[in-house]
């Protein structure tokens, strides 16, 4: 079948993908323009940058990618290394933004690159469980974590721990469906379970007179996992203490005024008197602003959006024959479902603030090209159905 | 997701167990769409209780966050005097105030970075505009260095006492204290958020995750209203209060300099009469944490004290504290809407004293330097206390006290002024020097004895020099003055001179006006002993004696013949009868010499003039008046004794006589304890010795020899043998129909009609200046 077949065949899955993209697109362009006019426009730049991504990542076949997923993900995890090198010692274009070294700062643009990284694990992982009944061996899911793992260990030491979540999800359901035995699965969780303690109580907080971090003899050795911004975000949640809800969480609050005060039909385009307030509104907090423009219709509108864009992703990976293919699609659709999860969450003070986009709304150009690279790969896998012949 | 159908069904292609994978995979696939989905429509769902369920909740606290309250200033109210004119008054002036973001610490870094743009804008222009974007960085960073080492210079510049005069420990300290009066608006409005989110609370609490999620219930909008930003955190505030001119200059020639300073007219409390009456007028300082804290109006932002407010401490600035407090402005405008919610400032209200400035001014004047009677001058410094008091209304006139004191300059002075325990210039003598009021008690004895009966008005008492009493004579105290006097001339003791005897008394037998007239002191005595200490004491107390006056200000009440406390109750009964060993203020014995005028009628002294619309915190109306039940006869007769004082041939006080007015007074000599004061050291802290404070003799001036730390303490007697002596004149004028009384004590000056009569002169002469002394037709 030829690729102009194959594309005429997946029509019905890439005309809904592309017009949910194109609605939260335009969702995130409206927002981004509203909290700043400059920065709507970088988004523009960006977005175009984004296409051309989409586009370029049809040049080639997927399955070509997934052989040459290895190469491309020891590439991608050199600039994620040169930053690494920036925590240690002082190279150029590389300084401290929020406590993690996790960008590439040229002048005007930044760039980040783990977000790149993300997208290319999920080709690796794709390649590394296509073969058949692969999850089925323990080597073959060990494998997995260990690469996922390589990616996993660099980004915590940019220290970058939002991302790293977001790369949770995808690790677990791709060797989910690629058919982890029940007993590894279980393995998995009871493993997980041992050393969320451990990880939890490691370490011990710099700060003197710190009350909120634990200090447990013999586990104050190890490095500290969870740091103390992190739990001062989760104490934020939970508290009720004006200082601690003017200090870390402060950003929840104004954006959940924001969002509410938008009430059903919002104040319309441009309007975001609450939102211009919110700190990172425009990036982290984006949902704010559109709860605040285009109240829950709009939010309902995006959701929706959401829906048909993964949707149709999973439509992709449950149609596609191959399985390396299918991997690939279900490994990006949870990428970022659980990506946008985690920033809607945290938009609505369901979850700590982990600094997470909200995918192909969100303004930044790297969370943005990501998200479109994705979609172009999820388009490519479905364009690449390999019929089978009778 | 139909898709996993057809994958079931041809999967059966190949090997049965690819069927099961495919199959298998086509599940998890579901389970995992199926878990995306749910979660995607839970956010919703959390979407939807927040902007529909809670929308209002959430409304209300978007548009506290944007609201910016902001306080409008009042003006305080005037003191006037009797006559209109401004003795107390807001007057605009020149401060330098600097702007909270460069006050606050550390310095608001955006603000910086604004002040360094804006500077590289002027000095550039379009050559900054078009550097590329690495360079203007570059000089945006040089360029806030530069800010922030000229802030740090200002600051020091601002603390150079010898250009501003506020030192840099005190400039800080106004900082700190800015800070903490917006961190203090800041957390009252989040009070009030606070309890107006109480009430609406209803119901008990819910389980945490409804709060968490939800917290409308919970109460817990403390918090949210807590950022709320108020206008003064980007406003300038005041650093250098009523800066003059060649500050000014210097400051305003050097803004570019000083980034965040700037000029601005602002009001500052002006005395124009100086020293005049100040301590009637009375001070201000700011408000002090235990001011906020004792605040009856902390509850209201627009009446509250806040730090830097000033405070009246003293005089009529506290007494009518309340009337002279305008009510601030407020202004409430939310960001993204024009109309803006304010509320007028009310200034405080104007108070009107009785007191005649200018009449004050002269008698101040005349502690220093007096005309004698002969037109010489005479200058020599008095401590003491005058009051004029307008016999009709009870109005304070004139009201006293020397040494007086710049009230202008009160800030600086009322550190040394709170120490300096020799001249304690900050003490009002005429309310709260409780002293031994001496003769002037007579014509209340005489009154209190003939209403009483124990005495008849024309009978006689025989004053040999000594107190008789059950056949014995009391050579030791007690003695008339005559003693003395007949000694000094080298006579035995005898009856007062010259003295002939009326209404068939025989020679030397004084009747109550004789004994008035030359100042006996055995005539009372005799009649102290007959009323008994009980009556007299009753006496006094009903003449205004041992109880404040209830003037307004703050008074001494004085001290009244006490025999539990004095176990010889014989001896302190007729002492007391003479003024010795009991207490009185000046101003309660003016209200005495105006009782007498007044035929018995007493009336509460004022100090507020009538129809002063700020008179609330004056006296209170309660038995302002109340006609003594003093037997008319006996007050004819004491103020034909006190006419005589001044207008007989044997007067005590004919140093007041004079042609145009008929006066009538007493004269008072009460025997004064030697001075001690506590001893401070340089710094100014009580020394202490075996746990109690020391305290030293100071030495007197004498008739050769004047003390420079004290030249109006005077020992007016000898070296072997020292005489301290208070010196009182009371009296009214004129005499046959009252308009004025007054007093006059002088501490240490010695005997009253030498002393305290030339000042009672000047007081005379000045209340007849000011036309509140009509000249009497004729003498009688």
């Given at each position: 079948?030829?690729?102009?077949?194959?594309?005429?065949?997946?029509?019905?899955?890439?005309?809904?993908?592309?017009?949910?993209?194109?609605?939260?697109?335009?969702?995130?362009?409206?927002?981004?323009?509203?909290?700043?006019?400059?920065?709507?426009?970088?988004?523009?730049?960006?977005?175009?940058?984004?296409?051309?991504?989409?586009?370029?990542?049809?040049?080639?076949?997927?399955?070509?990618?997934?052989?040459?997923?290895?190469?491309?993900?020891?590439?991608?995890?050199?600039?994620?290394?040169?930053?690494?090198?920036?925590?240690?010692?002082?190279?150029?274009?590389?300084?401290?933004?929020?406590?993690?070294?996790?960008?590439?700062?040229?002048?005007?643009?930044?760039?980040?690159?783990?977000?790149?990284?993300?997208?290319?694990?999920?080709?690796?992982?794709?390649?590394?469980?296509?073969?058949?009944?692969?999850?089925?061996?323990?080597?073959?899911?060990?494998?997995?974590?260990?690469?996922?793992?390589?990616?996993?260990?660099?980004?915590?030491?940019?220290?970058?721990?939002?991302?790293?979540?977001?790369?949770?999800?995808?690790?677990?359901?791709?060797?989910?469906?690629?058919?982890?035995?029940?007993?590894?699965?279980?393995?998995?969780?009871?493993?997980?379970?041992?050393?969320?303690?451990?990880?939890?109580?490691?370490?011990?907080?710099?700060?003197?007179?710190?009350?909120?971090?634990?200090?447990?003899?013999?586990?104050?050795?190890?490095?500290?996992?969870?740091?103390?911004?992190?739990?001062?975000?989760?104490?934020?949640?939970?508290?009720?203490?004006?200082?601690?809800?003017?200090?870390?969480?402060?950003?929840?609050?104004?954006?959940?005024?924001?969002?509410?005060?938008?009430?059903?039909?919002?104040?319309?385009?441009?309007?975001?008197?609450?939102?211009?307030?919110?700190?990172?509104?425009?990036?982290?907090?984006?949902?704010?602003?559109?709860?605040?423009?285009?109240?829950?219709?709009?939010?309902?509108?995006?959701?929706?959006?959401?829906?048909?864009?993964?949707?149709?992703?999973?439509?992709?990976?449950?149609?596609h024959r191959e399985q390396g293919g299918k991997l690939l699609a279900i490994g990006l659709v949870t990428l970022l479902a659980g990506q946008t999860i985690m920033n809607m969450a945290v938009a609505m003070r369901l979850m700590p603030v982990t600094g997470l986009t909200l995918p192909f709304v969100s303004y930044g150009g790297s969370s943005l090209v990501a998200s479109y690279l994705a979609f172009g790969l999820l388009v490519n896998v479905a364009r690449n159905q390999r019929r089978v012949r009778f | 997701m139909g898709g996993g159908d057809g994958e079931g069904r041809l999967g059966g292609g190949g090997a049965g167990l690819a069927y099961i994978k495919g199959a298998m995979v086509w599940l998890r696939l579901r389970v995992v769409v199926g878990v995306v989905a749910?979660?995607?429509?839970?956010?919703?769902?959390?979407?939807?209780?927040?902007?529909?369920?809670?929308?209002?909740?959430?409304?209300?606290?978007?548009?506290?966050?944007?609201?910016?309250?902001?306080?409008?200033?009042?003006?305080?109210?005037?003191?006037?005097?009797?006559?209109?004119?401004?003795?107390?008054?807001?007057?605009?002036?020149?401060?330098?105030?600097?702007?909270?973001?460069?006050?606050?610490?550390?310095?608001?870094?955006?603000?910086?970075?604004?002040?360094?743009?804006?500077?590289?804008?002027?000095?550039?222009?379009?050559?900054?505009?078009?550097?590329?974007?690495?360079?203007?960085?570059?000089?945006?960073?040089?360029?806030?260095?530069?800010?922030?080492?000229?802030?740090?210079?200002?600051?020091?510049?601002?603390?150079?006492?010898?250009?501003?005069?506020?030192?840099?420990?005190?400039?800080?300290?106004?900082?700190?204290?800015?800070?903490?009066?917006?961190?203090?608006?800041?957390?009252?409005?989040?009070?009030?958020?606070?309890?107006?989110?109480?009430?609406?609370?209803?119901?008990?609490?819910?389980?945490?995750?409804?709060?968490?999620?939800?917290?409308?219930?919970?109460?817990?909008?403390?918090?949210?209203?807590?950022?709320?930003?108020?206008?003064?955190?980007?406003?300038?505030?005041?650093?250098?209060?009523?800066?003059?001119?060649?500050?000014?200059?210097?400051?305003?020639?050097?803004?570019?300099?000083?980034?965040?300073?700037?000029?601005?007219?602002?009001?500052?409390?002006?005395?124009?009469?100086?020293?005049?009456?100040?301590?009637?007028?009375?001070?201000?300082?700011?408000a002090s944490a235990e001011d906020l804290k004792q605040d009856a109006e902390r509850e209201d932002p627009l009446r509250k004290y806040w730090p830097f407010d000033g405070v009246g401490r003293a005089g009529v600035e506290k007494m009518c504290e309340e009337s002279l407090r305008g009510t601030r402005g407020q202004w409430r405008k939310t960001v993204g809407q024009e109309a803006a919610v304010s509320t007028a400032a009310v200034a405080g209200k104007d108070v009107r004293l009785s007191i005649d400035i200018e009449l004050q001014k002269k008698i101040e004047q005349a502690f220093v330097h007096r005309k004698t009677r002969d037109g010489k001058n005479e200058d020599d410094l008095y401590h003491g206390a005058a009051v004029v008091i307008d016999v009709p209304t009870g109005?304070?006139?004139?009201?006293?006290?020397?040494?007086?004191?710049?009230?202008?300059?009160?800030?600086?002075?009322?550190?040394?002024?709170?120490?300096?325990?020799?001249?304690?210039p900050m003490l009002n003598r005429a309310t709260m020097a409780q002293l031994e009021p001496g003769s002037t008690v007579k014509p209340m004895v005489g009154i209190a004895g003939i209403t009483d009966q124990v005495v008849g008005i024309h009978e006689g008492i025989e004053c040999t020099g000594y107190f008789r009493y059950n056949g014995l004579l009391y050579r030791t105290g007690g003695r008339c003055w005559t003693v003395q006097a007949l000694a000094a001339l080298g006579l035995p003791a005898g009856h007062h001179p010259s003295h002939v005897g009326i209404y068939g008394n025989p020679d030397g037998s004084l009747v109550f006006a004789d004994a008035l007239e030359r100042s006996c002191n055995v005539w009372p005595e005799t009649v102290g002993e007959r009323l008994g200490?009980?009556?007299?004491?009753?006496?006094?107390?009903?003449?205004?004696?041992?109880?404040?006056?209830?003037?307004?200000?703050?008074?001494?009440?004085?001290?009244?013949?006490?025999?539990?406390?004095?176990?010889?109750?014989?001896?302190?009964?007729?002492?007391?009868?003479?003024?010795?060993?009991?207490?009185?203020?000046?101003?309660?014995?003016?209200?005495?010499?105006?009782?007498?005028?007044?035929?018995?009628?007493?009336?509460?002294?004022?100090?507020?003039?009538?129809?002063?619309?700020?008179?609330?915190?004056?006296?209170?109306?309660?038995?302002?008046?109340?006609?003594?039940?003093?037997?008319?006869?006996?007050?004819?007769?004491?103020?034909?004794?006190?006419?005589?004082?001044?207008?007989?041939?044997?007067?005590?006080?004919?140093?007041?006589?004079?042609?145009?007015?008929?006066?009538?007074?007493?004269?008072?000599?009460?025997?004064?304890?030697?001075?001690?004061?506590?001893?401070?050291?340089?710094?100014?802290?009580?020394?202490?010795?075996?746990?109690?404070?020391?305290?030293?003799?100071?030495?007197?001036?004498?008739?050769?020899?004047?003390?420079?730390?004290?030249?109006?303490?005077?020992?007016?007697?000898?070296?072997?043998?020292?005489?301290?002596?208070?010196?009182?004149?009371?009296?009214?004028?004129?005499?046959?129909?009252?308009?004025?009384?007054?007093?006059?004590?002088?501490?240490?000056?010695?005997?009253?009609?030498?002393?305290?009569?030339?000042?009672?002169?000047?007081?005379?002469?000045?209340?007849?200046?000011?036309?509140?002394?009509?000249?009497?037709?004729?003498?009688?």
């Amino acid at each position: 079948m030829t690729e102009r077949e194959g594309t005429r065949a997946a029509l019905g899955v890439i005309v809904p993908m592309t017009l949910g993209v194109a609605v939260l697109t335009m969702f995130g362009m409206v927002s981004v323009k509203a909290w700043s006019e400059d920065e709507g426009t970088k988004q523009l730049i960006f977005m175009m940058f984004g296409l051309a991504a989409a586009l370029g990542a049809q040049m080639v076949n997927y399955r070509t990618l997934l052989m040459f997923s290895p190469v491309l993900f020891g590439l991608s995890l050199l600039p994620v290394l040169y930053t690494i090198a920036g925590r240690f010692t002082s190279v150029p274009f590389v300084r401290q933004i929020n406590g993690a070294y996790a960008w590439i700062n040229f002048g005007t643009i930044s760039f980040q690159p783990a977000e790149v990284t993300k997208v290319c694990l999920m080709l690796l992982l794709a390649w590394t469980l296509q073969g058949e009944n692969a999850a089925r061996s323990l080597w073959v899911l060990a494998r997995t974590l260990v690469l996922g793992g390589v990616a996993i260990g660099l980004i915590l030491m940019q220290p970058d721990l939002g991302t790293v979540l977001t790369l949770l999800a995808p690790m677990m359901v791709m060797s989910f469906v690629a058919g982890v035995r029940k007993r590894h699965l279980w393995g998995l969780v009871g493993l997980v379970a041992l050393a969320a303690p451990v990880l939890w109580f490691s370490g011990h907080c710099a700060q003197a007179g710190c009350d909120l971090c634990p200090n447990v003899p013999g586990l104050n050795r190890l490095p500290q996992f969870v740091k103390h911004y992190h739990r001062a975000r989760v104490e934020a949640m939970f508290s009720s203490d004006p200082r601690i809800v003017q200090g870390a969480g402060y950003q929840q609050q104004r954006a959940l005024e924001a969002l509410g005060s938008g009430g059903l039909r919002g104040k319309g385009a441009g309007n975001i008197e609450v939102g211009q307030r919110v700190p990172e509104a425009h990036t982290d907090m984006v949902l704010a602003l559109i709860g605040e423009q285009f109240g829950l219709l709009g939010i309902a509108i995006v959701i929706l959006a959401y829906l048909l864009v993964y949707g149709s992703g999973a439509a992709i990976a449950s149609e596609h024959r191959e399985q390396g293919g299918k991997l690939l699609a279900i490994g990006l659709v949870t990428l970022l479902a659980g990506q946008t999860i985690m920033n809607m969450a945290v938009a609505m003070r369901l979850m700590p603030v982990t600094g997470l986009t909200l995918p192909f709304v969100s303004y930044g150009g790297s969370s943005l090209v990501a998200s479109y690279l994705a979609f172009g790969l999820l388009v490519n896998v479905a364009r690449n159905q390999r019929r089978v012949r009778f | 997701m139909g898709g996993g159908d057809g994958e079931g069904r041809l999967g059966g292609g190949g090997a049965g167990l690819a069927y099961i994978k495919g199959a298998m995979v086509w599940l998890r696939l579901r389970v995992v769409v199926g878990v995306v989905a749910a979660v995607l429509l839970g956010l919703f769902g959390r979407a939807a209780q927040v902007q529909w369920r809670q929308h209002d909740y959430w409304v209300e606290q978007a548009e506290r966050r944007l609201e910016q309250v902001e306080l409008v200033e009042t003006s305080r109210g005037r003191i006037l005097d009797y006559k209109g004119r401004e003795l107390a008054v807001d007057a605009p002036c020149v401060d330098a105030v600097v702007d909270y973001r460069v006050i606050r610490q550390p310095v608001d870094e955006k603000w910086v970075k604004d002040v360094a743009r804006g500077r590289l804008r002027r000095k550039l222009g379009e050559d900054y505009l078009k550097a590329p974007r690495d360079q203007q960085k570059r000089l945006i960073e040089q360029q806030m260095t530069q800010v922030r080492a000229d802030i740090d210079q200002m600051w020091l510049i601002l603390g150079e006492k010898a250009l501003t005069g506020m030192s840099e420990d005190q400039v800080e300290e106004r900082r700190r204290q800015v800070v903490r009066k917006v961190q203090m608006q800041k957390r009252y409005l989040t009070y009030a958020g606070f309890l107006r989110a109480e009430k609406t609370k209803s119901g008990k609490a819910p389980p945490w995750w409804q709060g968490w999620l939800s917290e409308q219930e919970t109460g817990d909008s403390l918090l949210d209203s807590y950022d709320l930003t108020v206008g003064e955190e980007v406003q300038s505030h005041v650093i250098l209060p009523a800066i003059n001119s060649e500050v000014a200059n210097y400051l305003g020639k050097n803004a570019e300099k000083f980034p965040g300073l700037s000029l601005r007219p602002g009001l500052h409390r002006v005395y124009p009469y100086g020293e005049a009456g100040c301590h009637v007028i009375g001070y201000m300082t700011p408000a002090s944490a235990e001011d906020l804290k004792q605040d009856a109006e902390r509850e209201d932002p627009l009446r509250k004290y806040w730090p830097f407010d000033g405070v009246g401490r003293a005089g009529v600035e506290k007494m009518c504290e309340e009337s002279l407090r305008g009510t601030r402005g407020q202004w409430r405008k939310t960001v993204g809407q024009e109309a803006a919610v304010s509320t007028a400032a009310v200034a405080g209200k104007d108070v009107r004293l009785s007191i005649d400035i200018e009449l004050q001014k002269k008698i101040e004047q005349a502690f220093v330097h007096r005309k004698t009677r002969d037109g010489k001058n005479e200058d020599d410094l008095y401590h003491g206390a005058a009051v004029v008091i307008d016999v009709p209304t009870g109005q304070v006139r004139a009201l006293i006290s020397y040494p007086t004191y710049d009230v202008n300059r009160v800030n600086e002075l009322l550190g040394p002024m709170l120490i300096d325990e020799i001249n304690k210039p900050m003490l009002n003598r005429a309310t709260m020097a409780q002293l031994e009021p001496g003769s002037t008690v007579k014509p209340m004895v005489g009154i209190a004895g003939i209403t009483d009966q124990v005495v008849g008005i024309h009978e006689g008492i025989e004053c040999t020099g000594y107190f008789r009493y059950n056949g014995l004579l009391y050579r030791t105290g007690g003695r008339c003055w005559t003693v003395q006097a007949l000694a000094a001339l080298g006579l035995p003791a005898g009856h007062h001179p010259s003295h002939v005897g009326i209404y068939g008394n025989p020679d030397g037998s004084l009747v109550f006006a004789d004994a008035l007239e030359r100042s006996c002191n055995v005539w009372p005595e005799t009649v102290g002993e007959r009323l008994g200490w009980l009556r007299l004491k009753g006496w006094y107390g009903r003449f205004g004696l041992g109880r404040p006056t209830g003037l307004g200000l703050p008074e001494a009440s004085g001290r009244l013949p006490d025999p539990v406390r004095t176990r010889d109750v014989f001896n302190a009964t007729r002492f007391a009868a003479m003024g010795q060993g009991i207490g009185a203020t000046p101003i309660q014995m003016v209200n005495v010499a105006a009782t007498i005028a007044r035929n018995g009628l007493w009336i509460r002294p004022t100090l507020v003039a009538e129809g002063s619309e700020g008179a609330e915190g004056a006296g209170g109306s309660e038995e302002d008046r109340r006609q003594l039940p003093v037997d008319p006869a006996a007050v004819a007769e004491a103020r034909k004794g006190m006419f005589n004082v001044v207008n007989g041939e044997s007067g005590t006080g004919k140093v007041l006589r004079r042609a145009e007015v008929m006066v009538a007074g007493k004269t008072g000599s009460a025997q004064a304890a030697i001075y001690r004061v506590l001893e401070r050291d340089e710094a100014g802290r009580v020394v202490m010795e075996n746990g109690q404070k020391k305290r030293r003799v100071v030495k007197p001036s004498t008739a050769t020899w004047s003390n420079p730390e004290a030249p109006w303490y005077r020992n007016t007697g000898t070296e072997e043998k020292p005489e301290y002596t208070h010196a009182w004149f009371m009296g009214f004028a004129p005499a046959e129909r009252p308009q004025i009384a007054f007093v006059v004590m002088v501490e240490y000056g010695g005997s009253g009609g030498k002393v305290a009569g030339p000042i009672a002169n000047a007081v005379l002469d000045a209340a007849e200046e000011e036309g509140y002394l009509a000249k009497s037709a004729s003498r009688p």
